[in-house]
Each structure stands twice: as C-alpha cells, then as structure tokens.
C-alpha cells in the first residue's frame, strides 16, 4: 500500500506519514531524503531525527531512493521524506530530465514489488507564480511530473492544509 502525502510546507506532513507508520505493527524504516548543506538544515534533520523513537531505522538516501528501497527489509511499515529534497537532490546531482523520469520510474517499481504498507511525503510547489529563472522553474516542473507518477501509481492521497488531512484518493 502506498500512501502519498503532499502539501505545502509546515501543513504537517511529516507528522502525518509518522502517526500513519506507527498504526502498522513492527520496525519502521525511514528514508531520508535531506542533506545538512548548513546550520539551519543540520538542526532540522536533528530535530526530526529526535520525533522518531526506537522503532525507527533510517536510511540516508539523498540519491539513491529507488536502491534504498528495494534493499529493505520485509516487515513494519516505510516512510520516505522527502520526494521534494530528492528531486533537487537529482537536478543538482546533474541527472537531466530523462534521468529524473527514470528514477521516478525505478521509485514506482521499487515500491510496487514491496508488500510493506509506504507513507511517501512530498510538497506540492506548483501552487504559486511561474519561478523567474530557468532552474526553478525546472525545478517545479519536474517535482510537479515526479508527485503526478506517484500519485498515479498510489493507493492513497492526502493534501494536508493547515494541520488537516484532505483525502484526494
């Protein structure tokens, strides 16, 4: 069963995809997508790191997410944060747009041939003005397709706004 959860940033998504992950008896694995490029994202990942308990098992996975995935465990559930740091993680790792297409392709396998329940959490950033620059513009298309791929191959759908979960599927 996978779960996408999406939304903008701060709607509590994150704590959505934890409470959803420890409803399912046994260990539960995370991915984690981010990397402490500096001080602010260094105490971010500690802080969620410190929400966790003993259940969990993280795996740093800023690139490599479908592998990460796929070399699990069976048992307990799977929480991946993020597809948006994955996604920027990809562009500035050099991989074009086919390359990202392709890992998001690898991603819906990898998942698919799992029987562990997955929350997948990710930011919904097509939202607000077109980007001024090439990059950032890149940037939201290619999130944008990568949330439509998983949301097309998943079993649910939330949109939190504000704290509240919508169901979309």
Same mark, same amino acid.
């Given at each position: 069963? !996978? &779960?996408?959860?999406? #939304?903008g940033a701060r709607s509590g998504?994150s ?7 420890e ?5 539960i694995?995370?991915? @984690?997508?981010?990397e @402490?490029h500096?001080a602010?994202?260094?105490e971010? !990942?500690?802080?969620h790191r410190?929400?966790?308990?003993a259940?969990?098992?993280t795996?740093?996975?800023?690139v +490599?997410v ?6 699990l465990?069976? #048992?307990?559930?799977v929480?991946?944060d993020c597809?948006t ?5 990809l562009?500035f790792a050099? &991989?074009?747009d086919d +390359?990202i ?10 998942l698919? #041939?799992?029987?562990r329940?997955?929350?997948?959490v990710?930011n919904?950033? #097509?939202?607000g !003005?077109?980007p001024g620059d ?8 290619e ?5 439509q791929?998983?949301?097309?191959e998943?079993?649910r759908?939330s949109?939190?706004? @504000?704290g509240?979960a919508?169901t979309?599927r």
């Open positions: 069963m !996978i &779960h996408l959860v999406t #939304g998504k704590r959505l995809a934890l409470t959803l992950a409803a399912v008896a046994g260990p694995d995370f991915i @984690a997508t981010a @402490a500096d602010d994202m260094a971010r !990942i500690r802080n410190a929400e966790r308990g259940r969990y098992r795996v740093e996975a800023p +490599a479908p592998e990460a995935v796929a070399a465990p069976e #048992g307990g559930a929480v991946i597809l740091l994955w996604c920027a993680n562009i050099g &991989h074009d +390359a297409g392709a890992s998001t392709a690898a991603l819906v396998t990898a698919k #041939g799992r029987r329940p997955t929350v997948v990710t919904e950033v #097509g939202l !003005i077109v090439a990059l950032s513009r890149r940037y939201r298309d999130l944008g397709r990568m949330n791929r998983l949301a097309a998943a079993d759908v949109l939190m706004v @504000a509240i919508l979309l």
